[in-house]
């Protein structure tokens, strides 16, 4: 969007003589190509050394391409959703004091949108009564986690915690996902469990009677996330028990203390607090999904190619190495790249469509999210994993986490803002589950 141009004085070189183009390339995106002369280099590098800085080439490079990039964005009436985005290969821009620097952005504008009427929007809220019942079974399973565990040579039964290995191999065996020391506790009856995030049916059958050491083969359907990594969608899992344990389930005294409760009451309030904090954060996020999916339904969002296209070559980056890691040929992995890629044009265009909604309606309201909601939200994660907020912090900030929180921040903000406004219908937790499962089989 157009700004009031600064004093050049105040700058290291005069914008003015940077060099321009914008071209418009679809319905949504402009091309911003950006030349900065010979001499503006020079000029900018002497100040720099006059000034008694010392800085690298890279970030002479970065400084140059901001100056660049703000001055073309300064001289454009453009309102983007996306933002600039680098066209082409960044690693290939280079500062030079005889030549000039070349470099192109990408950057679309925001398209005229009408919003559905928000109060005609229907959704569901599940709803959990918190009842005795529900806290008689959580202190049970706190009972069992806090019990000590106690070396068991035996065969495999229900009721131990057991250390895995596990392979998970497409049925041809031509590529695997290996996985180590994975703990599991064998439920009772048909129960299913959930292992690495794949649910196993029955899983007490298959491993009760097993001895340590013991191979144990099942046919698998493979979830989503994980079919597009072996190439498949149903597989070969291969479990190894590697040590197992019984378990003495602890006593409500020992939980109290363990809790620093007063007593078994207080305990069963903080047990009851806990759980109405679960059941309010997957109610509000089964709403918030149900109305973003709703507006992106009702509304034509155009999508920059360029946005949809890198999420589906980062897709393809991933799975062309595990593949190649695993064996399998280039014509193997291009065959199999090209059959995924109608699939995952469609979860990319959904994925970007949805962040437009999300960002297009959060502008609209001006609606903003700071850094200390994102520190409280990096708080409870570090209460969840029973660390130091600044030990999650750094970890979040090295896996690249920051960006993603604080758009999890602006989703929830968004959805807050429009809530009121939405006809909402109350709906039990175990009907919600029930009918939400019928529909995924």
């Not at 590529?175 to 292992?195: C, F, R, S, W």
Request: aromatic share 4%; glycine share 4%.
């Amino acid at each position: 969007m157009t700004t009031d141009q600064p004093p050049h004085d105040d700058l290291p070189i005069d914008l003015s003589e940077i060099i321009i183009e914008c071209t418009s390339v679809d319905e949504v995106d402009h091309r911003l190509d950006i030349e900065i002369p010979a001499k503006l280099i020079k000029r900018f590098q002497k100040k720099i050394k006059k000034a008694g800085q010392q800085v690298d080439s890279e970030q002479i490079l970065s400084a140059l391409v901001k100056l660049g990039l703000d001055e073309a964005l300064r001289n454009q009436d453009f309102n983007p959703v996306w933002g600039p985005r680098p066209f082409g290969d960044p690693s290939t821009w280079r500062v030079s004091k005889d030549k000039p620097l070349q470099f192109t952005f990408m950057i679309d504008d925001r398209p005229d949108v009408t919003w559905p009427p928000f109060e005609q929007i229907e959704i569901t809220r599940p709803v959990l009564e918190i009842d005795d019942q529900l806290i008689n079974a959580e202190l049970e399973q706190q009972k069992i986690v806090e019990g000590p565990r106690i070396p068991w040579d035996g065969p495999i039964k229900p009721g131990l915690e057991i250390l895995l290995d596990l392979r998970l191999t497409g049925l041809d065996e031509d590529q695997a996902l290996n996985i180590k020391d994975v703990t599991v506790m064998v439920p009772d009856g048909d129960e299913e469990a959930v292992i690495a995030g794949m649910p196993v049916p029955e899983f007490a059958k298959l491993v009760e009677g097993a001895a340590t050491d013991e191979e144990i083969v099942v046919d698998l359907a493979v979830p989503d996330e994980l079919a597009g990594e072996l190439g498949r969608d149903t597989a070969v899992l291969t479990l190894m028990v590697r040590k197992a344990w019984s378990i003495e389930p602890a006593t409500i005294e020992q939980l109290v203390e363990t809790y620093g409760s007063r007593n078994e009451q207080v305990l069963r309030q903080q047990i009851r607090l806990s759980l109405k904090a679960k059941a309010d954060q997957d109610q509000q996020q089964i709403m918030l999904s149900q109305f973003f999916e709703m507006v992106s339904e009702r509304v034509n969002i155009p999508v920059p190619n360029q946005v949809v296209d890198h999420i589906i070559q980062q897709r393809a980056e991933a799975t062309r190495q595990h593949l190649t890691k695993e064996g399998q040929s280039e014509q193997e992995i291009d065959d199999y790249l090209k059959k995924q890629h109608p699939e995952w044009f469609e979860q990319a265009l959904h994925q970007t469509r949805s962040r437009g909604v999300v960002n297009m309606l959060a502008r609209q309201e001006q609606i903003k999210v700071t850094e200390s909601e994102v520190q409280n939200v990096l708080n409870a994660m570090a209460i969840n994993r029973g660390i130091r907020p600044e030990q999650m912090r750094r970890e979040a900030i090295e896996k690249d986490m920051l960006s993603g929180l604080s758009f999890r921040c602006l989703q929830i903000k968004t959805f807050e803002h429009f809530q009121p406004q939405l006809t909402i219908t109350d709906m039990p937790a175990d009907e919600w589950a029930a009918e939400h499962q019928v529909d995924q089989d």
